[in-house]
């Protein structure tokens, strides 16, 4: 949680003009791990099935190989998982999210004491 005076980070890294990747996938990335379904991962975020699978199919379009494998419902249920890239993924987009935030606290440290108690957001 943020602290009063604390700044926080969000990162978008464009790699293409259709190559984005930021907070929300990296977000609907660790849903699909955590439910093991694009469907379920979606609820959990707020968004339509369509809206999830379409974010998702944008990522596995974005590398050489999958960031999530699906299989189709039926008898089985189907589901939905991490690839081994997937993971690394999301585990480098958080790595650099932390080292991200730890070099603007380090940066602007000196200036929290001088930020008036109005400025809260």
């Known amino acids: 949680m943020r602290t009063k005076h604390t700044a926080a980070v969000s990162v978008r890294l464009r790699f293409a003009d259709d190559a984005r990747l930021g907070?929300?996938?990296?977000?609907?990335?660790e849903a699909v791990a955590r439910s093991g379904s694009i469907a379920a991962a979606g609820r959990?975020?707020?968004?339509?099935?369509?809206?999830?699978w379409l974010l998702i199919d944008?990522?596995?379009?974005?590398?050489?190989?999958?960031?999530?494998?699906?299989s189709p419902g039926g008898a089985n249920g189907g589901g939905?998982?991490?690839s081994g890239l997937g993971l690394s993924l999301v585990a480098a987009y958080r790595t650099m999210e932390a080292e991200t935030q730890a070099s603007i606290e380090r940066h602007f440290a000196s200036l929290r004491a001088r930020m008036t108690p109005s400025a809260d957001g």
């Open 58 to 70: 944008s990522l596995n379009h974005m590398f050489d190989e999958p960031v999530v494998r699906a």
């Open 44 to 52: 959990e975020m707020n968004m339509s099935y369509r809206r999830a």
């Open 80 to 82: 939905a998982e991490l």
């Open 23 to 29: 907070p929300g996938k990296i977000a609907l990335l």
